[in-house]
């Protein structure tokens, strides 16, 4: 049994795995914020698969802080199983990470684009990650990572446009947008936003000749239905990619 676990910038996602599944089924699976992470250990130790663990895998991009933390929590639920830490390589499960500099490509984006690689397999591929930060990679029919763009989040442009500019209010940013052009502030703020990240989701997918684009994240029900193109959906991609990679040697610090 192999507990996988993406660690990112505002919540903790988790899945249980049984030996031999199939990327992306879960005995169990849930998230939690950083500040919920009692209610996390409470999942953790109440789940009924939770004694016949003998493998972690984690990647976290939120800082030591939080991988002290998890530590902590695993050990008074699991014991004292190591984690294995994910880290981007120079080439795992069928990927080669084409950065000029392998080992900084965060490894929620290279585990992401394992994902987007083994589920559609020799096609090419724009994989979106919808999170605190909007990541949109590119991965080539043969399994190549050529790179990709980081833009804030939905959160964030929002936030940076409340706390920098006096007149214009914070907005939630799962409104309902109306038809056509924006006669409110709010909405005005709420279009603009929107219409930033499904650009950029659909310049990269027009730079990368018949690409299938797959979108995750929280924020991917907001954005994805501004696209002006054909999109998946898949919920916890980096999940999906640690789980396919977790067969391969050499993922861990």
Known sequence: MMLLIDAGNTRVKWALVAPGAPPGEW????????ADMPQLELAWCEASAINRIDRIVIANVAGNALRVQLEYVLQR????????WFVSLPALAGLTNGYRNPAQLGCDRFAAAIAGHTLTPGQPVIVVNCGTATTIDAVTADGVFLGGMILPGLGLMASSLARNTAQLPQIAQDGKLPDGFADNTDDAILSGILAAQSGAIEHACAA????QCII????APYIAPMLKLPYRIVDNIVLIGLHAASGAAGNAE
């Open 27 to 34: 005995i169990a699976s849930g998230a939690a914020t950083h």
């Open 77 to 84: 639920c699991i014991g004292a199983l190591t984690p294995e």
């Open 208 to 211: 990368h000749a018949g690409a």
């Open 216 to 219: 995750s994240g929280g924020a």
